[in-house]
């Protein structure tokens, strides 16, 4: 009877060792690699209707944003985050992951959504250059600017 009780008890503290309902909220779906950290600018960027912006991204250690910077490389205030749009995703119970890939010369992501998946490959060119292809954004190549 004991050791029937004693596995009762081994098998419940097990089942809920894990937290499987972890907190979403600190979770890293995102997540750079050091090189690529910073903000990009696509200088060449002629496909926006104002001709005083250009498309960039900004790379942060756990999130990345798509942005339209100024001629001057300042923000416009249209900033775009990838990590946030996933949690509200999950916290409305809507299923979204990313797949990464990433070595010292390419960071790859995949984001899957429920309507919608896209992909991201960035590949550095040289300390101040990254080339990208992508399903979502133009193609092209872009330079570190801070």
């Known amino acids: 009877?004991?050791?029937?009780?004693?596995?009762i008890f081994a098998i419940t503290l097990y089942g809920c060792s894990s937290n499987e309902d972890s907190n979403l909220q600190n979770e890293n779906f995102i997540n750079?690699?050091?090189?690529?950290?910073?903000t990009w600018v696509d200088e060449k960027d002629n496909?926006?209707?104002?001709?005083?912006?250009?498309?960039?991204?900004?790379?942060?250690?756990d999130d990345w944003c798509i942005a339209l910077f100024s001629k001057i490389n300042e923000i416009n205030g249209q900033k775009n985050c990838q990590e946030e749009?996933?949690?509200?995703a999950n916290i409305n119970n809507i299923k979204a992951y990313t797949t990464e890939e990433i070595t010292n010369e390419k960071y790859f992501i995949e984001i899957v959504l429920p309507d919608e998946i896209?992909?991201?490959?960035?590949?550095?060119?040289?300390?101040?250059?990254?080339?990208?292809k992508s399903s979502y954004a133009n193609e092209g190549v872009y330079t570190k600017v801070f």
């Open 118 to 132: 896209y992909f991201f490959e960035f590949s550095k060119i040289s300390s101040n250059e990254i080339s990208i």
């Open 32 to 38: 750079p690699p050091s090189w690529i950290q910073g």
């Open 47 to 61: 496909t926006t209707s104002n001709t005083s912006s250009k498309r960039g991204f900004i790379f942060m250690k």
């Open 1 to 7: 009877m004991k050791k029937t009780l004693l596995l």
């Open 85 to 88: 749009k996933l949690i509200l």
